[in-house]
T-cell receptor
Framework: NAGVMQNPRHLVRRRGQEARLRCSPM?????VYWYRQLPEEGLKFMVY????????ESGMPKERFSAEFPKEGPSILRIQQVVRGDSAAYFC??????????FGSGTRLTVV | KQEVTQIPAALSVPEGENLVLNCSFT??????LQWFRQDPGKGLTSLLL?????REQTSGRLNASLDKSSGRSTLYIAASQPGDSATYLC???????????FGKGITLSVRP
């Protein structure tokens, strides 16, 4: 069991470009969560997805951010027209149910 | 709105010392509480998960307790080692499949 796989580990984008972050949950896990960790701040919830459904997106910025978890393939967090303030570590977690979450190693996004 | 507080933000102790890390939360109606460890530039590693009906969980030198009514949890680390140096995060959920709400973490340094 390979655990929660996130790629890329590091991503550099220029202002105005798009960033696509991928997350493959653990085998058998149907719940996927995205969190963002800004420098000097704690981890903040962004979105909770199950296959083909967004369950809770209360933590997602209203503009430029979107997430999906298609029937086949990894979950994708997409950030359009990135700005410097989007620079952060983005973590994905998966769970088979609500009993315990397994986190990936994160994608560190740097916007230059 | 659930808020999780971890004080102090940083702690430095000599090797061999037993120590307690504190976590408090404002809404006692939690579903479960999880302690994580984060090494610099890395992802989160789950240490202990306590269900709301439980009072404590143990794993090796780690013991986590939960007092739901007072909104507190403690992580006890016995015989600390330099390898325990990391940031320790406390997080709660308030329902099945719901998001984790994190504290900002306690950065522990164990001096040889």
């Amino acid at each position: 069991n390979a655990g929660v796989m996130q790629n890329p580990r590091h991503l550099v984008r220029r202002r105005g470009q798009e960033a696509r972050l991928r997350c493959s949950p653990m085998k058998g896990h149907s719940h996927v969560y995205w969190y963002r960790q800004l420098p000097e701040e704690g981890l903040k919830f962004m979105v909770y997805l199950q296959k083909e459904n967004i369950i809770d997106e209360s933590g997602m910025p209203k503009e430029r951010f979107s997430a999906e978890f298609p029937k086949e393939g990894p979950s994708i967090l997409r950030i359009q027209q990135v700005v410097r303030g989007d620079s952060a570590a983005y973590f994905c977690a998966s769970s088979p149910d609500s009993n315990g979450y397994t986190f990936g190693s994160g994608t560190r996004l740097t916007v230059v | 709105k659930q808020e999780v507080t971890q004080i102090p933000a940083a702690l430095s102790v000599p090797e061999g010392e037993n120590l307690v890390l504190n976590c408090s939360f404002t809404d006692s109606a939690i579903y479960n509480l999880q302690w994580f460890r984060q090494d610099p530039g890395k992802g989160l590693t789950s240490l202990l998960l306590i269900q709301s009906s439980q009072r404590e969980q143990t794993s090796g030198r780690l013991n986590a307790s939960l007092d739901k009514s007072s909104g507190r949890s403690t992580l006890y680390i016995a015989a600390s080692q330099p390898g325990d140096s990391a940031t320790y995060l406390c997080a709660v959920t308030t329902g099945a499949n719901s998001k984790l709400t994190f504290g900002k973490g306690i950065t522990l340094s164990v001096r040889p």
